[in-house]
């Protein structure tokens, strides 16, 4: 049985190289599972991500970080509990406190 319900989610605003994005790390594989985002501070593009492994994640947002703009918003579908402790608390660490 899965530790974390499907729908749980982490929502971290962070500021990469003077560009404001938020980011969400949402356990569950579907676009159902993450929350509403009506969030008018990051009125950018939405990418989502799913990465299997860590090591996945750590490529991925490295490289979305790169590429996205000031108010963009990120998500990560974590279909697994290690991924998603992994990325909430990856993230988390990023948050802007």
């Known amino acids: 049985m899965a530790k974390h319900p499907t729908g ?3 929502r971290a605003p962070i500021v990469f190289n003077d560009k404001n994005v938020l980011v969400y790390v ?3 594989s579907k676009i159902e599972d993450m929350p509403a985002d009506e969030d008018e501070d ?3 593009d939405m990418q989502m991500l799913m990465p299997q492994l860590s ?3 750590d490529a991925e947002l490295n490289e979305t970080l ?3 703009g000031s108010g ?3 998500v990560f579908m974590c279909t697994t509990d290690m991924i998603f402790e992994y990325g ?3 993230i988390k660490a990023m948050r802007i406190a």
């Open 8 to 10: 749980k989610y982490l």
């Open 26 to 28: 949402v356990r569950g």
């Open 42 to 44: 990051y009125p950018g």
């Open 55 to 57: 090591k996945e994640f």
């Open 66 to 68: 790169e590429e996205c």
């Open 72 to 74: 963009d918003v990120i």
């Open 88 to 90: 909430y608390s990856k």
